[in-house]
């Protein structure tokens, strides 16, 4: 394996190395009794962070699973087990592992405690409950209320805020030690370097044409989820951000083809087809240059501020009301300099199947770029059709050609 250290290390071999590292030293950390925590994905993982709890996330875990074409066999033995196929495929999936302790991609070792913040969805909750219900282990769960304003209201910063100190208390509590504040600043600033670090990264989407293939973002992306309060992210980030900046200057890009079109994805991967997406995307000449992906993960707060952490946690997109998705999505079409815009109408999440119907009508009215739905899942292969997908991005193609024609 090669080192951490070796400076001549690509970002692909890095991302492998620390990928890797982090699943093991939570399977040592594990044998040795150290904590080990499974975690929703944008959580506070500053807390256990500063506690030297190990942190996994089952989501993050699921998607790689999928990825890999393995999902299937555990959304099966859950199924089996009473779980209602409309339910989220990542607990389909997490649950059965649950049970197995096996799969296609790397084992991890089972908690000692749960820790989940259900800004991203509620589905959480009851999912997270049934493991600690049968695990038999602790809880701990940070309600954040659904953004019904524009703005993450004063009200709703003093809710979570007072939550976090409550997690605090209950981790000093499962921990046996108190919570060490000057630690807990040093992983705040951490986790800051990283998100912004982060945000230079993706950023180099924008450019057009774009040095930076979209769906690199969804490799990098499970290192943003698992490893944001560590020193590695932050050198990992600046590491891609300066192999494009390379590219840039070579007249490289990742996009192996020329970059005819540039578009939005909105919606989650569709894991198990990642590779025909990609396929049907190149054969096209599209690159995907536009996601509400970064902007999930650029949590940016004042280290030392709970204020400003408890704003951060609250404005992720899924959390924001109607008006703050548009107008998110516009600026990203924006930015982004997007000819067409595709929008996964995922099974598994609800919530951005019931917002998408509006927000694309929206989007389009002020933006004029064209758009279209396909019909997928995040994890279960059995609810995406390759075909629907390819005659889908051919006609936003058509209509992306139309538009080009029309401007000339």
Not at 104 to 131: A, Q, R, S
Not at 302 to 315: K, N
Not at 367 to 373: C, D, E, Q, R
């Amino acid at each position: 394996m090669l080192a951490v250290s070796d400076d001549k290390m690509t970002s692909k071999q890095y991302l492998a190395e620390l990928t890797n590292r982090h699943y093991q030293e939570a399977i040592e950390g594990k044998k040795r009794g150290e904590l080990v925590a499974w975690s929703s994905s944008i959580a506070p993982q500053e807390l256990c962070e500063t506690m030297g709890i190990h942190v996994l996330y089952p989501e993050n875990h699921a998607a790689a699973i999928g990825a890999k074409g393995g999902a299937l066999p555990l959304i099966d033995y859950a199924e089996s087990k009473g779980y209602s196929l409309d339910l989220c495929s990542y607990a389909r999936v997490n649950l059965a592992y649950k049970d197995l302790q096996d799969c296609c991609f790397v084992n991890m070792p089972l908690p000692d405690l749960l820790i989940i913040c259900n800004n991203i969805c509620n589905t959480l909750v009851k999912w997270y409950e049934n493991l600690s219900r049968r695990l038999k282990i602790p809880l701990i769960c940070i309600d954040v209320p659904y953004n019904v304003e524009y703005e993450v209201t004063r009200e709703r910063i003093d809710y979570i805020k007072a939550q976090f100190m409550e997690a605090i208390r209950q981790l000093e509590e499962i921990c046996g030690k108190p919570f060490d504040y000057d630690r807990f600043h040093s992983v705040m600033e951490t986790s800051i370097k990283a998100a912004q670090a982060w945000n230079r990264a993706t950023s180099y989407a924008k450019l057009k044409p774009s040095p930076l293939s979209g769906f690199s973002m969804y490799n990098y992306m499970a290192l943003m989820v698992c490893m944001r309060g560590k020193e590695e992210s932050i050198k990992f980030f600046n590491m891609v951000a300066d192999e494009l900046e390379e590219m840039v200057r070579n007249g490289k890009s990742q996009f192996p083809v020329e970059e005819k079109y540039r578009i939005m994805w909105d919606g989650i991967a569709c894991w198990p087809y990642l590779g025909h997406n990609f396929k049907t995307f190149k054969s096209h000449g599209i690159n995907m240059v536009g996601s509400t992906y970064p902007e999930a993960w650029t949590l940016l707060y004042e280290a030392g501020d709970l204020d400003s952490m408890a704003r951060a946690y609250s404005a992720i997109v899924l959390n924001l009301n109607l008006e703050r998705n548009i107008d998110l999505r516009v600026k990203i079409i924006e930015e982004c300099k997007c000819d067409g815009a595709v929008y996964h109408l995922n099974r598994s999440c609800k919530l951005c199947d019931f917002m998408h119907y509006k927000i694309s009508e929206e989007v389009y009215k002020r933006t004029g770029v064209p758009y279209v739905f396909f019909d997928g899942d995040q994890t279960d292969p059995r609810n995406f059709a390759q075909a629907q997908f390819e005659t889908r991005i051919q006609a936003l193609v058509e209509m992306m050609e139309n538009n080009k024609a029309q401007c000339q």
